[in-house]
Nanobody
Framework: VQLVESGGGLVQPGGSLRLSCAAS????????MGWYRQAPGKQRELVAA???????NYADSVKARFTISRDSAKNTVYLEMNSLKPEDTAVYYC?????????WGQGTQVTVSS
Protein backbone atom coordinates (compact mmCIF):
# COMPACT_ATOMS: atom_id res chain seq x y z
CA VAL A 1 0.00 0.00 0.00
CA GLN A 2 1.28 3.45 -0.89
CA LEU A 3 0.02 6.65 0.71
CA VAL A 4 0.50 10.14 -0.70
CA GLU A 5 -0.47 13.19 1.34
CA SER A 6 -1.15 16.72 0.21
CA GLY A 7 -2.64 19.92 1.51
CA GLY A 8 -0.30 21.12 4.24
CA GLY A 9 0.97 24.65 4.53
CA LEU A 10 1.06 27.83 6.56
CA VAL A 11 -2.15 29.20 8.02
CA GLN A 12 -3.02 31.87 10.55
CA PRO A 13 -4.60 30.97 13.89
CA GLY A 14 -8.32 30.43 13.45
CA GLY A 15 -7.86 29.40 9.84
CA SER A 16 -8.62 26.17 8.04
CA LEU A 17 -6.79 23.57 5.99
CA ARG A 18 -7.78 20.32 4.35
CA LEU A 19 -5.34 17.43 4.10
CA SER A 20 -5.77 14.64 1.57
CA CYS A 21 -4.30 11.15 1.54
CA ALA A 22 -4.58 9.00 -1.56
CA ALA A 23 -4.04 5.26 -1.19
CA SER A 24 -2.88 2.99 -3.97
CA UNK A 25 -1.66 -0.56 -4.35
CA UNK A 26 -3.31 -3.39 -2.42
CA UNK A 27 -6.06 -1.20 -1.03
CA UNK A 28 -8.48 -4.14 -0.64
CA UNK A 29 -6.60 -5.02 2.55
CA UNK A 30 -7.13 -1.67 4.30
CA UNK A 31 -9.20 -1.90 7.48
CA UNK A 32 -8.65 1.63 8.78
CA MET A 33 -7.02 4.90 7.80
CA GLY A 34 -6.08 7.86 9.87
CA TRP A 35 -3.94 10.88 10.53
CA TYR A 36 -1.17 11.22 13.05
CA ARG A 37 0.97 14.22 13.83
CA GLN A 38 4.37 14.84 15.34
CA ALA A 39 5.52 18.18 16.68
CA PRO A 40 9.20 18.92 17.32
CA GLY A 41 10.38 17.18 20.47
CA LYS A 42 7.13 15.30 20.93
CA GLN A 43 5.92 11.80 20.21
CA ARG A 44 3.77 11.01 17.23
CA GLU A 45 0.11 11.05 18.25
CA LEU A 46 -3.17 9.97 16.73
CA VAL A 47 -5.29 12.85 15.44
CA ALA A 48 -8.22 11.05 13.81
CA ALA A 49 -9.05 7.69 12.29
CA UNK A 50 -11.82 6.12 10.24
CA UNK A 51 -12.49 2.42 9.79
CA UNK A 52 -13.62 0.65 6.67
CA UNK A 53 -17.06 0.55 8.28
CA UNK A 54 -17.11 4.32 8.69
CA UNK A 55 -16.54 4.58 12.44
CA UNK A 56 -14.45 7.56 13.47
CA ASN A 57 -12.20 8.37 16.38
CA TYR A 58 -10.62 11.70 17.36
CA ALA A 59 -8.05 12.96 19.79
CA ASP A 60 -9.69 15.06 22.50
CA SER A 61 -7.60 18.06 21.47
CA VAL A 62 -9.17 18.20 17.99
CA LYS A 63 -12.76 17.12 18.63
CA ALA A 64 -15.29 19.60 17.22
CA ARG A 65 -12.55 21.26 15.16
CA PHE A 66 -11.30 18.48 12.85
CA THR A 67 -13.32 16.12 10.69
CA ILE A 68 -12.05 12.97 9.02
CA SER A 69 -13.87 11.64 5.98
CA ARG A 70 -13.26 9.34 3.06
CA ASP A 71 -14.12 8.99 -0.60
CA SER A 72 -14.10 5.27 -1.27
CA ALA A 73 -14.36 5.76 -5.03
CA LYS A 74 -11.12 7.79 -4.98
CA ASN A 75 -9.42 5.72 -2.25
CA THR A 76 -8.81 9.00 -0.48
CA VAL A 77 -9.13 10.13 3.12
CA TYR A 78 -9.46 13.76 4.09
CA LEU A 79 -8.82 15.71 7.26
CA GLU A 80 -10.73 18.98 7.44
CA MET A 81 -9.08 21.18 10.05
CA ASN A 82 -10.90 24.27 11.32
CA SER A 83 -10.19 26.80 14.07
CA LEU A 84 -6.53 25.94 13.87
CA LYS A 85 -4.31 26.79 16.80
CA PRO A 86 -0.54 27.26 17.03
CA GLU A 87 -0.36 24.01 18.99
CA ASP A 88 -1.67 22.18 15.93
CA THR A 89 1.66 22.89 14.23
CA ALA A 90 3.27 19.57 13.34
CA VAL A 91 4.11 17.19 10.55
CA TYR A 92 0.95 15.29 9.74
CA TYR A 93 1.26 11.69 8.59
CA CYS A 94 -1.32 9.59 6.84
CA UNK A 95 -1.58 6.06 8.17
CA UNK A 96 -3.41 2.95 7.16
CA UNK A 97 -3.72 -0.47 8.69
CA UNK A 98 -3.67 -3.38 6.26
CA UNK A 99 -2.49 -6.97 6.29
CA UNK A 100 -1.69 -6.74 9.97
CA UNK A 101 0.72 -3.82 9.75
CA UNK A 102 0.89 -0.04 9.53
CA UNK A 103 1.70 1.90 6.39
CA TRP A 104 2.77 5.55 6.45
CA GLY A 105 2.85 8.47 4.10
CA GLN A 106 5.80 10.79 3.80
CA GLY A 107 4.25 13.51 5.95
CA THR A 108 3.08 17.03 5.26
CA GLN A 109 3.94 20.10 7.31
CA VAL A 110 1.17 22.15 8.90
CA THR A 111 2.24 25.43 10.47
CA VAL A 112 -0.20 27.64 12.34
CA SER A 113 1.30 31.05 12.92
CA SER A 114 0.51 34.73 12.54
Amino acid sequence: VQLVESGGGLVQPGGSLRLSCAASGSIFGIVAMGWYRQAPGKQRELVAAITSGGSTNYADSVKARFTISRDSAKNTVYLEMNSLKPEDTAVYYCNCQAFGRDYWGQGTQVTVSS
